[in-house]
Each structure stands twice: as C-alpha cells, then as structure tokens.
C-alpha cells in the first residue's frame, strides 16, 4: 500500500478549472480593449502611463510576495527563475525607456488614478496568502503576455518606435505562465486554502487595478 496518497486526480481537475477562469477572465479584458485608433492622444497616453505606473514598481516586488508566500520547495525555482530574469535583464528599466519613448511618464494624476486599486493588491499581497498569490500572479503574467501587442500598438500609434518592453514580455511570459500554474499545483497539495477562502481574491483585485489602468479614474466604463 503506499502511505503518498495526495488525491493528484482533484488536484490535476482543480488545476484545470482554474486555468480555464484565468484564461477566460485575461481574454474577457482583452477582447473588450478600445481600439486604440479610436481613442484620443490623451487616452493612448494615459494607458500607457497607468500601466507603466503599476508595473514599473510593483511587479518584482509581488514576485517577491510569492517567492516570500509558498511552502512548496518545487515552487521556489521557478519564481526565482522569473525574478531572476526581472533583475538581470532590468525590466523596470526597459519599462521606463519605453514610456519615455511614448513620451507617456506617469504624473501626478496617472499616479493617482490607480491608487485606490493599487493600495488594495498591496494590502492583498501583504497577506502573503501562497496558493492565492501564485494564482493572482499567474493571472498577471498571462495577461501581460496577452497585453503586449495591445500596448505596443497604443506606443505606436503615439509616434514611438521602441518596443524592447513589449517584444521582451510577448515571447518570454509564456514560459513564466506555465511555471507559476506548475508551482501552483504543488502548493495547492502541499498548503491547501481553508474552505472560506476565495482562491481567486488577487485575481479579483488585479482585474480591477487593469481596469482602472485602461479606462483611468473617469471613465464610466465597468469591469
Ligand atoms: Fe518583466
């Protein structure tokens, strides 16, 4: 008899099902886009800033969040593989030179337009929950992945020609992707959620940062 019963078949299902949410929620958002020849300067440049305004300091840190939240060593690699890549390669850095290019560096009122959802997946990851963050940042990198055309066309269409940030994060995220859903596996058998958990509560609270990334504080327009 063997004394390693871990259930894989709920947990391959599990696993599953929560990869179809994700990718249902990351195209809802991208299919849902304003073209971006239809929107004014300002609104192209306004994304543009929000975006890097959230990404530019926020992401390696929340990639800490979940190195510093699981339990599972198998998890571990694979998020220190994606830091790793974050640090060396400086992608804040490319972020900047890329909204600088769009001569779209946040202001003050880019700053303040997310600050509300901001502050809330702050707080969120605060909670260094393992099996919440490593969904929520699964979600995160499969929608930048998703978002990079998008952006890339709006830095475009605002006369720019430098892409290294939206070339980088088309290619590269995918693998991160899928890494995080591996880890996301064995941190779910290893460190289950209680039953009152929301397994998707970062997931939540990103999709409502994004939104208010791409329609800004006085848009009408709901998630
Ligand atoms: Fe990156």
Same mark, same amino acid.
């Given at each position: 008899?063997?004394?390693?019963?871990?259930?894989?078949?709920?947990s391959e299902s599990t696993l599953a099902a929560t990869k179809t949410r994700?990718d249902?929620?990351?195209?809802?958002?991208?299919?849902?886009?304003?073209?971006?020849?239809?929107?004014?300067?300002?609104?192209?440049?306004?994304?543009?800033?929000?975006?890097?305004?959230?990404?530019?300091?926020?992401?390696?840190?929340?990639?800490?969040?979940?190195?510093?939240?699981?339990?599972?060593?198998?998890?571990?690699?694979?998020?220190?593989?994606?830091?790793?890549?974050?640090?060396?390669?400086?992608?804040?850095?490319?972020?900047?030179?890329?909204?600088?290019?769009?001569?779209?560096?946040?202001?003050?009122?880019?700053?303040?337009?997310?600050?509300? #959802?901001?502050?809330?997946? %702050?707080?969120?990851? /605060? &909670?260094? $929950?393992? =099996?919440?963050?490593?969904?929520?940042?699964?979600?995160?990198?499969?929608?930048?992945?998703?978002?990079?055309?998008?952006?890339?066309?709006?830095?475009?269409?605002?006369?720019?020609?430098?892409?290294?940030?939206?070339?980088?994060?088309?290619?590269?995220?995918?693998?991160?992707?899928?890494?995080?859903i591996?880890?996301?596996s064995?941190?779910?058998?290893?460190?289950?959620?209680?039953?009152?958990?929301?397994?998707?509560?970062?997931?939540?609270?990103? #999709?409502?940062?994004?939104? %208010?990334?791409?329609? /800004? &504080?006085? $848009?009408? =327009?709901?998630?």
């Open positions: 008899m063997h004394t390693l019963a871990v259930a894989p078949e709920i994700l249902q929620t990351i195209d809802h958002i991208i299919v849902s886009l304003p073209r971006p020849d239809q929107l004014s300067s300002e609104q192209r440049r306004g994304m543009i800033a929000r975006y890097t305004s959230v990404l530019e300091g926020n992401f390696i840190y929340w990639m800490t969040a979940a190195y510093l939240s699981v339990q599972s060593e198998e998890a571990r690699p694979i998020i220190i593989d994606n830091l790793l890549e974050e640090v060396r390669d400086s992608h804040p850095a490319m972020l900047r030179k890329f909204a600088i290019a769009a001569d779209a560096v946040p202001t003050k009122e880019d700053t303040l337009a997310v600050h509300e #959802e901001l502050t809330s997946a %702050r707080l969120f990851f /605060g &909670k260094l $929950s393992g =099996v919440q963050t490593l969904v929520a940042m699964a979600f995160f990198e499969g929608f930048i992945q998703k978002f990079m055309a998008y952006l890339a066309d709006l830095a475009i269409a605002q006369g720019s020609s430098e892409l290294e940030y939206t070339d980088v994060h088309g290619v590269c995220d995918i693998a991160h992707t899928e890494g995080l591996q880890a996301l064995t941190e779910m058998t290893l460190s289950p959620l209680g039953p009152d958990a929301n397994m998707f509560e970062g997931v939540e609270l990103l #999709e409502a940062l994004l939104n %208010r990334v791409v329609y /800004g &504080k006085n $848009s009408a =327009v709901a998630a």
